[in-house]
């Protein structure tokens, strides 16, 4: 242990003639600004990645319970999910609305429908289920209108289905 002690010792007391406090401090502090940039630095993570979730056969279904009052394609044959946009598209911030029940559980959902807007038309698994659908004078219960109108880009890809929560009766 002695001549590890000597060892240390000698080498300390060489690094202290050859450098100031002020550069031991500032070397320091590069090195720990190194050390918490590490994680940043572009290392491929493909191994803990997720594979994207993938739509249940039910999702691509026009009789799925939750797509009582859908109007168009389904987002879950184009590159989405139900609930959400495939890629290169965004999800219209208005939509409208349906009371869908669900046979599983025996309760009723509220449900939004939302467009997903920015490509054209999707083309695969067209639905049209009107099952509460009002008037044209009641816009958030009609599904007939262009929904992507709100956005920048108005081209109309697909539809989902978003449960909100449970219908009180």
Avoid at 24 to 29: E, I, K, P, R, T
Avoid at 51 to 67: F, G, H, L, T, V
Wanted: proline residues 5%; charged residues 20%.
């Amino acid at each position: 242990m002695k001549n590890l002690d000597r060892l240390v010792e000698n080498r300390a007391r060489s690094l202290a003639k050859r450098t100031s406090r002020r550069c031991l401090l500032a070397s320091l502090g590069q090195l720990l600004t190194g050390a918490a940039l590490l994680p940043l630095l572009p290392i491929d993570r493909t191994a803990r990645a997720q594979e994207p979730a993938r739509p249940s056969a039910d999702e691509q279904n026009c009789q799925y319970w939750k797509y009582c009052a859908i109007d168009g394609f389904l987002c879950a044959c184009c590159g989405g999910t139900s609930t959400s946009c495939p890629p290169g598209t965004q999800s219209s911030p208005i939509t409208w609305i349906g009371t869908c029940h669900n046979p599983t559980d025996g309760r009723d959902y509220i449900v939004s429908y939302n467009d997903c807007c920015g490509k054209v038309s999707c083309g695969d698994c067209f639905c049209e289920r009107n099952e509460g659908e009002k008037p044209m004078y009641r816009l958030s219960r009609n599904n007939d209108v262009n929904w992507c109108m709100a956005n920048s880009e108005s081209n109309y890809h697909c539809s989902v289905s978003v449960i909100l929560g449970v219908a009180e009766k």
